[in-house]
């Protein structure tokens, strides 16, 4: 997947509930309108049906695969955003609850808790360490789309 699409998904993630509701509510007809249901039918039952995800959690999805490839990879995500997760990552010789897992350390800035890395960052360690620890990015959102859909 390209960086120009993980970026997309992030940015309309971003918005507002009340821009977002909209979008929410015409993807939940949509499944019920191909899977021949009535407006009352539980919606979850149907994202399973098809096996995708609703759009905020999608965009959960996103920035967390974005952070994954920053915490492991040298491809293609920029350098700048690469750097930026790698210098809050938890990084010592020492053995604590968090030293094997890649944890994040959140800012108490006022800014930083607006900012989008605030989200990526509060997503990610929200995340159990088995996937977090994945050996792949596909085994990583394999696992990690499976937890969405079951939260």
Excluded: E
Aim: with cysteine.
């Amino acid at each position: 997947m390209c960086v120009r699409k993980l970026l997309r998904h992030s940015v309309y993630g971003k918005t507002t509930s009340k821009l977002l509701q909209p979008l929410h509510i015409s993807c939940n007809r949509v499944l019920r309108t191909l899977q021949y249901q009535n407006r009352f039918c539980n919606v979850k039952q149907l994202y399973l049906n098809f096996n995708i995800l609703p759009v905020h959690q999608l965009y959960k999805l996103s920035i967390c695969k974005m952070v994954y490839k920053c915490l492991n990879y040298n491809g293609p995500v920029s350098t700048a955003i690469r750097d930026i997760f790698k210098s809050i990552q938890l990084n010592h010789s020492y053995h604590t609850r968090l030293s094997n897992t890649s944890y994040i350390f959140p800012s108490a800035n006022h800014a930083f808790i607006k900012s989008y890395f605030y989200d990526c960052v509060s997503v990610w360690n929200q995340i159990p360490v088995v996937i977090r620890n994945s050996q792949s990015l596909n085994l990583f959102s394999k696992h990690y789309k499976s937890y969405l859909s079951n939260v």
